[in-house]
C-alpha cells in the first residue's frame, strides 16, 4: 500500500511530543505588548488584577487549554485542536462573569425590588435551611447563603415578624454535620437577640420536603418564604404546587443586576474566567435544571 507524503507527515506528528514550550514563548512575545499598552492606558492595578485572575485554578486552565490547542493546531492535529477548542469554549463560558449575571439575574431579577425591612408585618416567616454549618470547634457559623440568617433577624427586630420557622434536616447518608441546619440556625438567631420562644422548627431534607411540612402545618394561610433570591423562584412554585400561600421575601443576591457607566477595567476582568462566576453559573444551572424535572 502506498501512503502519501501527507499521512507519513501526518503519522510523525502523531508520534512527536507537544512542542508546549515554544508556543508559550510565542504567545508571551505576542502578548508583551498588549500587556505593556494595557498598563499604560488603564493602570498598573488593572493589569495586576488580570494577571491575577489568569493566575488563579480557572484562569490558569484556561490558558493551558488555549497553549494546547495552539500547540495542537501548528502540527496540523486539527481534530485534537478542534477538542481542545471545545472544552476551553465551555470553560469560558461557565467562567464568564458576564454569563454568571445574566443567568442569575433571570432568576433574581424578579424579586430585586421587595425590602423585607419594609415589607407588610407577617405572622409566620420560614426560613429556608442551607445557611449554617459547623465549626472545627464545634460551634455554629453562616455561609456563603448567611445573608437569610441576618435578614430573618433583621425582620424580627424591626416588627416585620413575629415567629420564625427555621427548616433544615441533614441527611445522614451525605452529611458530615452531626447537627441539623435548623437546629443551627435557630442557634445563631438566638446569638442575634431572636427570642428562644419565637423561633420553631421544621422537618424538611430539601426544598421539596420543606414546603410539604410548610403545607402540612400552616396548609393555604399566608407565610413568608425567606431564602436566598435565586432560590427563590423554585421555592415559589414548590410551595404553589404544595398548596400553601407564599410570600416571597428575598436575600443574599448575587448578582449585580445593571450596571451603568461600568468602567474598561471591570469589563475586561468580566472576560476573564473566574472561580466565582463558575459558581454562580452552577448554582444557576442546577435551579433551572430542578424546574425541568419539577423538583
Known amino acids: 500500500m502506498i501512503r502519501s507524503s501527507?499521512?507519513?507527515?501526518?503519522?510523525r506528528a502523531g508520534d512527536q511530543p507537544l512542542p508546549v514550550a515554544g508556543t508559550f514563548l510565542r504567545l508571551l512575545l505576542a502578548l508583551f505588548p498588549l500587556a505593556v499598552l494595557a498598563w499604560y492606558l488603564l493602570g498598573r492595578r488593572v493589569v495586576e488584577k488580570v494577571l491575577v485572575d489568569l493566575v488563579l485554578p480557572v484562569g490558569s486552565i484556561s490558558c493551558l487549554l488555549l497553549l494546547i490547542s495552539i500547540t495542537f493546531l501548528r502540527m496540523r492535529r486539527f481534530r485534537e485542536s478542534g477538542l481542545v477548542a471545545i472544552v476551553l469554549l465551555i470553560t469560558?463560558?461557565?467562567?464568564?462573569r458576564y454569563v454568571a449575571n445574566h443567568a442569575i439575574g433571570s432568576l433574581e431579577g424578579r424579586y430585586s425590588s421587595?425590602?423585607?425591612l419594609k415589607m407588610e408585618v407577617l405572622?409566620?416567616?420560614?426560613?429556608l435551611?442551607?445557611?449554617?454549618?459547623?465549626t472545627p470547634s464545634g460551634g455554629f457559623e453562616v455561609n456563603y447563603n448567611g445573608d437569610r440568617i441576618v435578614t430573618s433577624?433583621?425582620?424580627?427586630?424591626?416588627?416585620?415578624v413575629k415567629r420564625i420557622y427555621c427548616t433544615g434536616t441533614r441527611t445522614v447518608e451525605v452529611s458530615k454535620a452531626t447537627t441539623d441546619e435548623a437546629e443551627q440556625a435557630r442557634s445563631i438567631l438566638i446569638d442575634l437577640g431572636v427570642p428562644a420562644e419565637a423561633i420553631v422548627r421544621l422537618e424538611g431534607r430539601n426544598t421539596f420536603e420543606e414546603m410539604e411540612s410548610i403545607a402540612e402545618e400552616f396548609g393555604d394561610r399566608r407565610v413568608g418564604i425567606l431564602t436566598s433570591a435565586w432560590h427563590l423562584p423554585r421555592a415559589m412554585r414548590l410551595a404553589e404546587s404544595a398548596g400553601v400561600h407564599p410570600v416571597p421575601v428575598p436575600s443574599n443576591f448575587i448578582g449585580r443586576g445593571v450596571v451603568s457607566n461600568t468602567p474598561v477595567g471591570a469589563i475586561i476582568r468580566d472576560c476573564v474566567p473566574?472561580?466565582?462566576?463558575l459558581m454562580i453559573n452552577a448554582r444557576a444551572m442546577k435551579e433551572y435544571l430542578a424546574t425541568i424535572v419539577r423538583r
Not at 405572622?123 to 426560613?127: F, K, Q, S
Not at 433577624?153 to 416585620?160: D, E, I, K, L, S
Open 6 to 11: 501527507h499521512d507519513v507527515e501526518k503519522e
Open 92 to 96: 469560558i463560558v461557565s467562567g464568564n
Open 114 to 116: 421587595i425590602d423585607p
Open 123 to 127: 405572622d409566620v416567616l420560614v426560613l
Open 129 to 134: 435551611g442551607g445557611a449554617t454549618r459547623e
Open 153 to 160: 433577624a433583621r425582620m424580627f427586630h424591626h416588627g416585620r
Open 274 to 277: 473566574h472561580h466565582d462566576a
